[in-house]
């Protein structure tokens, strides 16, 4: 039961692109929450832009020690999106034994980088300094995100309070980084030349200029730009016809982890856009999940 919740919420995110407006997602099911399972709506974690920022939690009823925690981010193209879509994928983590949070940011036009990135960060120093509340473990957070969503997990496990994007929000004592990372068609240099031009009007919304307008922004918003030797583990998934995230995006990551001995794994979809279904959504629903098991198992210092 626990894993078709995680397929329902898996086919809505692989359905959508990151242009809002040309998102396909089928219609939205009910949300299903097992007895064992605790589930706490709209959550504040902190201030951005003068306005609550909220999250939707999901864990057992029954922690007996520190759980693990994943923040689970989503997409459209910074400018779209809530974070409502991922509660039934929250749910399937809490019955897996995690505490799982789905985290709502501001969105672009209206608030422009870093804002989106100052407010994933807030949300995880908010929940380091709620472990005891939640009952989770401060040394093992991970993070799932799609596309936009992707870009900002990715920023969480590469970047730390020295490359001043932490914003104001909140918890300034409490470290933002996270422990692992899985990044569904997420882009991480905005600066590449495989950039396509569809997709410019995106990154200048989000952005507040274009890349010859804005060049130096541009990189301080790629998380290859931050990528060192204590970066989290990731695991990228890219298919080979994305028209929107180039694949070669994901190799530019891979490059850049495997330049500074940082563990992880790429998966190309070959032959597969921007979201997938199938036999390839549920593999990949399964790969996540055992991605975080190894890799959160073990307790790391922050």
Known sequence: MYFRFAVVALIAVCSAVIRPAAAQQPAAQPLQIPPNIEFQTDVVYGKGGGKDLTLNLARPKIITSPAPCIVIIHGGGWSGGKKEQHNDLAV?????????????????PDAVFPAQ????????????????TFKLDPRRIGAVGFSAGAHLSMLLGVTSKDDGLEGDGGYADQSSRVQAVVSFFGPTDLTAPEIFPDVSPILKKFLGGTLTEKPDLYK????????RRDSAPMLLFQGTNDILVNWKQAIRMVEALTKNDVDGRLELLLGLGHGWGGKELIRTAETTFAFFEEKLSKPKLP
């Open 92 to 108: 399937t983590l809490a019955g897996k034994g995690y505490v799982a949070v789905t985290v709502g940011y501001r969105l672009a």
């Open 117 to 132: 990135v100052n407010d994933v960060k807030c949300a995880v120093r908010f929940l380091r300094n709620s472990a005891d």
């Open 220 to 227: 301080k918003a790629s998380p290859v730009t931050y990528v």
